[in-house]
């Protein structure tokens, strides 16, 4: 016995969702996407729209006023303009943009689009990754202020979690506009051939 309920359209899920992944993610640009920390706490803090902006980072350094003798010496600076950032949130906004599309073509281009915010991410989180690995090598063969006290913690850098869900939204979204454009190809099939008339 057939089952009377209908199946859910993929392409629907998308019309119905799509705008709400995309939202989140270029939200999470807010979130932090790289970190250097000491001892496992995070000292400083760069996000996604700290890169877009210039904008100074976030995290205990850049509270903190007061720290140990002569040895708080240590500026923090705007963090520089990345490129690979300014395009991976322009590439997110237009994927947004085209979430409110409903058609084959908007979905074809959110799934190019979404891939391409992937590779620059990527490329954003190779480049980001060495240059924080090198500052932080530059800071602790410093013989000038800190370097005694930076010497006895460790102190390591790398990506944040908002790097991480900016990734899987994107990748969310280019999951759910493959299944739906799958779907719509099957759905223009043409129809099995009637027998011919006795």
Known sequence: MADGKPKKSKRELWFKFGRFITGVT????FLPFFGVSCEGMDIVTVSGADMVGGCKPGGMLTDEKVMEGDESQLKIDNVPREPLAIAALGLALVVAGLSWVRSR???????????????ALTGLFIKVGG?????IEGELSKKGAGSSMMKETKVESGSRFGLWITVGGLLGVAVLTGLALKEKERAFA????LPPPA
């Open 105 to 119: 073509s908007a979905m074809i281009a959110a799934f190019a689009l979404s891939l391409a915010c992937i590779g």
């Open 190 to 193: 043409p129809p099995p051939s």
């Open 131 to 135: 240059d924080l690995d090198k500052q």
């Open 26 to 29: 270029i939200a999470c640009f």
